[in-house]
């Protein structure tokens, strides 16, 4: 299997998000619940977190 770092993924897990962002998982699960998110990508069940657009949400929001 191939690890490739969490920086260069397009899509993270929450598992990954939450240790690259430095936010909770409860807190990223409550934001990617809404429907208008942006920058989650449900594959079946499965939510990823799209990082650049992550990204620039994160950048641009005074407090989650």
């Keep these: 299997m191939i690890n490739i770092p969490v ?16 936010v ?14 942006k920058f989650v990508l449900w594959v079946g069940n499965k939510r990823l977190i799209k990082r650049k657009q992550c990204e620039i949400y994160l950048n641009s929001a005074y407090s989650i």
């Design 7 to 22: 920086w260069e993924k397009a899509n993270l897990t929450l598992e990954e998000a939450a240790a690259y962002f430095g």
């Design 24 to 37: 909770g998982i409860n807190k990223l699960r409550e934001i990617t619940n809404d429907d208008k998110c």
